[in-house]
């Protein structure tokens, strides 16, 4: 009888222009994710725990707080469908997120299904409610108003990553918060032209990063990734993720 060899490159459906999660769906069906939870309009929102059941050094990646950077969605379910197919050695603990706004993906809009920006709706100290409604940054009327804000707020209470790397697109950077410069400039050496800078150039009230990373004192990068199809994307910066995960674990 033939020997059963683990297949190299997960077979997973190409990224379709109308359905950014199909590939990620289709992951689920193959492995059962380890959270989930619900978005507004009731899509999955899915959590996979990786790597050594170690609780410490555990990262957090997360994708696609906007839907109109499916880049980000497309890279991490990649790297997730990778991990899972064939599991990088020692992988240190990790869990991936690869779509935190699923309903603004299936529309195209950076907000989610309520109009609201994720990036915005976080309960920091300098949380607006004062952007207008129509705005793209309107962040909610209340901080944690969201479905997804919420869903991964208990994510972190529950899993206490020791650091998060959020994936974003299109400016080619990585942006940090709190105490993460070592991480930024070790990951930046492994991307190709992409600056470390801590000013990601406007004002973020209500962001993410400024609630775990000021003000918890998280490393937080928000690694803001070229627009480029995901072919062009995977043989660098798949490697780049895992390289994130990878570093100074032991400490
Ligand atoms: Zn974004």
Redesign the pocket.
């Known amino acids: 009888m033939a020997r059963v060899i683990p297949a190299i490159e997960p077979t997973l459906p190409v990224p379709s222009p109308t359905n950014h999660l199909t590939p990620l769906h289709a992951l689920q069906q193959q492995h059962p994710p380890t959270e989930s939870g619900q978005s507004v309009q009731g899509n999955p929102l899915l959590a996979w725990r990786l790597g050594a059941p170690s609780p410490t050094v555990l990262t957090l990646v997360v994708a696609a ?2 839907g109109d ?1 499916p880049e ?1 969605a497309q890279l991490l379910t990649r790297w997730l469908a990778t991990q899972l197919a064939t599991p990088t050695p020692n992988l240190p603990p990790t869990l991936c997120i690869p779509a935190l706004n699923p309903d603004g993906l299936l529309a195209n809009t ?1 907000q989610n299904a309520n109009g609201i920006d994720l ?1 915005r709706n976080w309960p920091t100290t300098n949380f607006d409610s004062t952007t207008p409604i129509n705005d793209p940054y309107f962040g909610g009327h209340t901080p944690a108003s969201e479905a997804e804000t919420q869903w991964l707020q208990g994510i972190i209470a529950t899993y206490q990553p020791a650091r998060i790397l959020s994936l ?2 299109p400016y080619r950077v990585v942006n940090y918060d709190g105490p993460a410069t070592d991480w930024a400039e070790y990951l930046s050496s492994q991307l190709p032209n992409y600056p470390v800078t801590t000013d990601i150039g406007y004002p973020t009230p209500g962001s993410f990063g400024t609630y775990y990373g000021v003000e918890r004192n998280l490393p937080v990068i ?1 690694l ?1 990734l070229i627009e480029a199809p995901l072919a062009e994307l995977w043989p660098t910066h798949g490697p780049a993720i895992t390289a994130a995960c990878q570093f100074n674990s032991t400490t």
């Open positions: 707080f906007h950077e980000s950076r990036n974003h697109t928000t803001e």
